[in-house]
């Protein structure tokens, strides 16, 4: 169905900067239990302040793709996130699932142009990489230390720039990380409350005031922070 939908184009006016189609990419825990389920739990040990005893809950959680359609959200494609076995000596985690999902995504739209949308966790080598082979572009909020060089680069070229001229939009192009440069964007935005807001995105895709006019870059920044909203809306499964 998906894939009907964009070969008809009827989603055209969505593309991020006319060109990618915005991918959320969001872990979600499915069920919690006190006891083991299976040997495909998670397991996360806790301290009860209570009684000092430290319990254990096992866990089954999946990560979703989802194709962002203006204020809906269409899911294409899903991987759990589990062990495979009780004995692993490293657990499975929300990054080595995306590694599996977006072979998945790869296989299903080999050509279709993607932009992931991830939150500051996917704001790492590993994801930059998993795009770049797969020719995708990405927008992830950043957290100052999430990647210490960047953010000291990007904190310092900032704190220059905003001397010179005061805006509630700051950005980088061209910050050296490794074989790569990247592209860090501060924005104020506002909160469900209505207040205002500081975030800081990482990008590859080139930043200019132009594009941040052209609000597909604002539109999809703003719906990454409002990721747990979207999937609260109407969510089409692909069939």
Known sequence: MIKELLKKRSLESYRIEGKYWGV????????TFHEKHCKH???R????????ETNVLYMHHVLEAKLVVGDMVFSIASEFIENESENV???DCELKAFDRLAKKIKKIFKRLPICILGDSLYACETVFNLCRAHKWKYI??????RIKSISTEFKAIKELEQSKDQNSLVWVNDIA???????LM??????EDGKSKEYVFITDIKITKRTWNDS????EAAGRLKIKDLTNKKIIVTI
């Open 41 to 43: 739990c998670l397991r």
């Open 186 to 191: 501060e924005a104020t935005m506002k909160t």
């Open 89 to 91: 000596s490293k657990q």
């Open 45 to 52: 040990a806790y301290t009860n302040k209570e009684t000092g």
């Open 216 to 219: 597909s870059l604002q539109e």
């Open 140 to 145: 992830c909020r950043f957290k100052e230390g």
């Open 177 to 183: 990380y490794k074989d790569r440069t990247v592209n």
């Open 24 to 31: 959320i990419i969001d872990g979600t825990g499915l069920h």
